[in-house]
């Protein structure tokens, strides 16, 4: 586990985020480089309890490691966000601090899930010049999802959106009133695997899978617990938004007006994209997708890693990732 200076900055509509800097053992030797978590978590999603996680490869590579907390973390006040609002406010305020307080004016990122599609709708508007290489896992520009997680989305949102205007998947550890507790029963009547009760939420929430972010068997009992104070409030307007992308094939905007798939884009930023082939939240073909649509613009530019045992956010918290993801991941950023 690892220690962070922390940096606010105030998104370009006005709402207070903050990056955290990881607090290295020794000087850097290379520029900057942001990670970027996904929807309901926070940054501390990067920092897994193993032996080793992917900033300390980050740390050992020589890069200067930040983390963007934006609005979607779980670190801030309950709100209710699209990938839109996201892409034009947070991550360009994030890259312009980073630039600022560093005095790089190019930098990499390392994006997660929303974090990734809501910077890819950044980098395809052209609002993050600065960011020369971007390393993808498990969505981008192409959401796909299993036959059942549509079903699911389209019409259980419409049914949640009754109750709440948020689910929060702690709600499987800590149920403070009768619409939570609701809710809990049901996870529990429907999710039987052998998970801790926050990560059959977190099942129930994301996805159809059992579990539906990780295998099991990729993960360390320690990691297991811990994810447990990493989860926490989503809105059902980000499932509004993403169902729209979904029926699309690629990422639209939240109005549905712009299919940021036919559009071509505002980087000159080059992708590695990765997925874990057992995820069932976002399918791989996903990544596969994405990959194609930027190998046919630019043929030989990106590159795509697809990893047979692995899942959505194992990529990032497996207790092998550390010799099986992320030397991948640090030879992409290096190229």
């Known amino acids: 586990m690892h220690d962070f200076e922390v940096f606010p900055f105030t998104s370009l509509d006005g709402f207070g985020c903050n990056l955290w800097r990881l ?4 000087t850097p030797t290379k520029g900057p480089v942001l990670l970027v978590h996904g929807a309901g978590v926070r940054s501390n999603v990067f920092n897994a309890p193993n032996e080793k996680n992917l900033l300390d490869s980050l ?16 670190l801030f006040p309950e709100n209710e966000w699209n990938l839109d609002i996201v892409a034009n406010n947070d991550h360009p305020a994030a890259v312009e601090a980073v630039c600022r307080l560093t005095g790089y004016d190019k930098i990499k990122a390392v994006i997660h899930c929303q ?29 796909v999802v299993s036959t059942a997680s549509n079903i699911k989305i389209k019409s259980l949102v419409p049914v949640v959106k009754l109750m709440t205007n948020y689910l929060n998947p702690h709600w499987g550890k800590d149920a403070p009133d009768f619409k939570s507790k609701m809710f809990r029963s049901l996870v529990n009547l429907t999710h039987w695997e052998n998970d801790t009760s926050v990560g059959k939420f977190v099942s129930f929430t994301y996805g159809v899978g059992h579990p539906a972010l990780w295998e099991l068997n990729n993960l360390t009992d320690t990691t297991k617990d811990w994810i447990q104070e990493e989860f926490g409030f989503v809105p059902l307007t980000f499932f509004d938004h993403i169902s729209k992308s979904i029926s699309a094939g690629a990422l639209v905007s939240a109005d549905g007006k712009i299919n940021y798939g036919a559009s071509v884009p505002k980087t000159s930023a080059r992708f590695a994209f990765f997925a874990g082939r057992l995820n069932k939240c976002f399918s791989y073909q996903s990544q596969v997708n994405t990959f194609n649509y930027f190998d046919q613009l630019k043929p030989g530019c990106h590159k795509l890693h697809v990893y047979d045992t692995y899942s959505h956010l194992d990529i990032f918290m497996g207790k092998d990732a550390y010799t099986d993801i992320f030397p991948a991941m640090i030879n992409e950023l290096n190229n």
Do not use: C
């Not at 050992?60 to 973390?73: K, P, T």
């Open 59 to 74: 740390e050992e590579a020589g890069y200067d490691v930040w983390l963007e907390n934006w609005r979607g973390s779980i």
């Open 115 to 143: 974090g990734s599609t809501s910077f890819m709708i950044s980098a395809m508007k052209g609002l993050v010049p600065q960011v020369t290489t971007i390393v993808s896992n498990a969505v981008s520009l192409h959401p």
């Open 23 to 26: 607090k290295s053992v020794s």
